[in-house]
């Protein structure tokens, strides 16, 4: 285990029934780092943030966040003890609008137990937590709209919002920008980071299949196939290797050296 680890998987493996779906995976998040995982279809990316999230109790091995044994904890305990994870609540919910959407995770933060939807109107801690998060993401002006009729883009960032109003230490998204175009993928990824460096997030992990974003964004990436750990490298190293990304994606390397430009996320 790294010592300065914010989480570390140690020596994991989870099974389903007679399939190994992960074997002896051993990973962690140091204080400060955004992390990656990548592979193809299937190579075990899932079920490893499922295990990394307390979600699923790993077969063997253990999982350790801020020093404690998380092991199938679940979500609302995750989340209490400092770490969030991106759920695409917006397909869930479409019909909140973005106050009680953003609402929701302020209120199970605080501790509101009852009907989070009255502590918007009557709780000021739940509204400016909320008012906080939604200027953190450019989303004050959609606050009495519907998720349901935000942008593609802003529905993403609505999610990732979201899991910020719990105030993590650690986030996990899963491909926060799929569905979105080039350029606004960029601009949430550059508002993420930003809002992440505001918020006082301490790391970062991401399960993303668009290289560009995985080269532009990672201080680290953890490369799955069948299961096991094929790479743990810092981008420069990881992007050197074409049979290693070739192993991974199937795609040519991105350029280390382009700058997306960063646009801003185009309303509906
Ligand atoms: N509940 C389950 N029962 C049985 N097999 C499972 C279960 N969940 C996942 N698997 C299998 O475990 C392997 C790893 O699945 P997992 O979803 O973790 O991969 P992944 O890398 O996230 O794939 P993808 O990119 O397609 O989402 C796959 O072969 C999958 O079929």
Sequence with gaps: MASHALLSAHQVSKSYGDFHALRNVSVHVDDGEFISIV???GAGKSTLVNVLTGLLKPTTGHVHFRGQDIAGIGPVELSRRGMARGFQLVNIFPALTVRETLGVAAASRLRR???PFRSLGADREVR?????VADIFNLRHRLDQ???AL???EKKLLDVASAFALKP???LIDEPTSGVSTGDKHAIMELLVA???KAGVRGIIQVEHDMDLVARYSDRIVALQAGTVLADEKPETFFKDPALIAAVVGTR????????????IRPC
């Design 151 to 153: 942008s593609q883009g």
């Design 195 to 197: 809002a992440s460096r």
């Design 169 to 171: 230490e650690l986030i």
């Design 39 to 41: 592979g193809p279809n």
């Design 128 to 132: 400016d937590a909320v008012e906080e």
């Design 253 to 264: 390397p991105p350029k280390m050296t382009q700058k997306p430009a960063v646009q801003e």
């Design 113 to 115: 137990i009852g009907n």
């Design 146 to 148: 519907q998720a349901s």
